[in-house]
């Protein structure tokens, strides 16, 4: 197929040359049909020599970048849906950007919107296409295809089902990816966490019959660092609520609850192949959130990692337990900065809505890095205040803190509650809203499903660095 642009209701250069190949087909075509070319709207032309693809840029001016990205999605889309296995793409506004630019994002685009997930169905797999970009520019697609290779990992890990995914298999996954592309990996169970003294955490996991899977990846330069890091991850694999049981349609989509951990993994496989001067270490504490006579309780009283204790009001908001251990674990080794994906709250999604994540900012130069980062990404984020006075929310009577505080702002005390088990400057995003879409058109760069949100962001932040 090749693949062509309409800008300002003419062809392209481009499109002009192969029409010219063609005989004045695509022009006849393009005056029969009067397509207008308006941005994001194509016409597919299936000539008898040639499957050709039109693709409306909308106006001559006016263009951002970022809507290359969202252009390459849609030509994706139409490849995957008509299963074409070749496709040949202009480096669309390669005049107003630049060959490099241009085709960094299309090929970005192109990649995300191509991805499925068709494992677990018997039909209706197609193999992926390939796409070439014509006068794009080499080595940055290909960086943008080792990108999208984190991604899709993401994305895999969040489709997979529970009952596949538990927290042992994830650990293998990680340390398959360790293996593949060389980085430090080290594995705790039952008895490593229990030893620790990570006893927040410990009592998410003990309910459940999978074991849970304390998973640590290290990215170490080539010389001395100039920065260390860390990546913190949710990873419950499956949150029926425990006790605090969730009703059957909140908990659809649980399976998702490790999209943080989806997401770090992701960036590690990236950061790994472009080995930027930084050393990186990555989180997660997995666990399943399940009932059993074995599971903890409302009123249980806990003890992390760090000696604070943590009265249970509430054992659905079990991410910020299994967190504030993996958080004072990750604080052991005084990393310069820590950015922790959760789905944490459906407190954010009725604030942000499914597309965007909410940045709390423990400090504040940190938060504009990773918000820079994610603008440069077209991955929303939107700040969020950590609003100091209501800590008193989260008082315990019994306990030096308690795992809720009331709805009112429900995503801000989850903030301050993570807050208080990172040693260390700290941003959280929660990614409730965005790590999982429900319905395709809540997903700008994808199918429905896991979406590897976070995985472009954290590449982006830690690339950046020095
Ligand atoms: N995993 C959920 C949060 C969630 C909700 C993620 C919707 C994705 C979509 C989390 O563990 C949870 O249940 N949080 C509770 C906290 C409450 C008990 C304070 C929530 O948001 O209702
Ligand atoms: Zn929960
Ligand atoms: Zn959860």
Not at 20 to 44: N, P, Q, V
Not at 91 to 119: P, Q
Not at 134 to 141: E, I, T
Not at 429 to 456: M, N, S
Request: proline letters at 4%.
């Amino acid at each position: 197929m090749r693949v062509v642009a309409v800008l300002g209701g003419e062809l392209s250069e481009e499109g002009r040359w192969l029409d010219s190949e063609l005989d004045g087909a695509i022009g006849h075509i393009l005056k029969e049909t009067r397509f207008k070319g308006e941005i994001g709207t194509t016409l597919y032309i299936p000539l008898p020599r040639l499957q050709v693809l039109l693709v409306g840029l909308g106006r001559r001016r006016g263009h951002r970048l970022s809507d290359v990205r969202r252009l390459g999605v849609k030509v994706a889309e139409e490849v995957v849906e008509r299963g074409v296995r070749e496709v040949a793409v202009e480096n669309f506004l390669a005049a107003r950007f630049g060959k490099r630019d241009a085709s960094r994002v299309l090929a970005e685009g192109l990649y995300l919107g191509a991805y499925r997930f068709s494992r677990y169905q018997n039909e209706g797999k197609s193999p992926r296409a390939r796409f070439v970009i014509a006068q794009g520019y080499g080595p940055v697609v290909e960086e943008a295809g080792v990108v999208a290779e984190g991604v899709y990992l993401a994305r895999d890990l969040v489709n997979e089902p529970p009952n596949v995914l538990t927290p042992e298999e994830l650990a293998w996954r990680a340390e398959r990816l360790a293996t593949e592309v060389g980085l430090e990996v080290r594995v705790l169970g039952p008895e490593g966490i229990q030893n620790l003294g990570m006893g927040a955490y410990w009592a998410v996991a003990k309910g459940s019959a999978n074991e849970p899977r304390f998973i640590e990846l290290v990215y170490r330069p080539e010389e001395e660092a100039i920065r260390r890091l860390a990546l913190v991850g949710k990873g419950l694999t499956f949150d029926t609520g425990g006790y605090s049981l969730k009703p059957t349609d909140s908990m659809k989509t649980m399976k998702a609850d490790m999209a943080g951990a989806a997401a770090v993994l992701g960036a590690m496989r990236v950061i790994a192949q472009l080995k930027p001067p930084v050393e990186v270490r990555a989180y997660i504490a997995a666990a399943e959130n399940m009932i059993s006579g074995r599971a903890y309780r409302v009123d249980d009283v806990l003890r992390a990692l760090n000696g604070k204790t943590i009265e249970v009001l509430n054992t659905d908001a079990e991410g910020r337990l299994t967190l504030a251990d993996a958080l004072a674990y990750a604080s052991l080794a005084e990393p310069d900065a820590i950015v922790e994906l959760s789905t944490l709250t459906g407190s954010c999604v009725v604030a942000l809505g499914r597309e965007m994540a909410g940045l709390f900012a423990a400090d504040e130069a940190l938060g504009r890095e990773v918000q820079r980062a994610a603008e440069t990404t077209g991955e929303k984020v939107w700040p969020m205040p950590m609003e100091e006075s209501y800590r008193r929310k989260l008082k315990s009577k019994i306990a030096d803190i308690a795992n809720v505080g009331d709805r009112a702002g429900g995503a801000i005390q989850a903030a301050l509650f993570l807050s208080e088990f990172a040693d260390a400057p700290f941003v959280h995003l929660d990614i409730a809203g965005p790590g999982f879409a429900v319905k395709p058109e809540d997903h700008a760069y994808g199918p429905a499903g896991g979406t590897g949100f976070g995985v472009r962001t954290l590449v982006e932040w830690v690339m950046r660095q020095g």
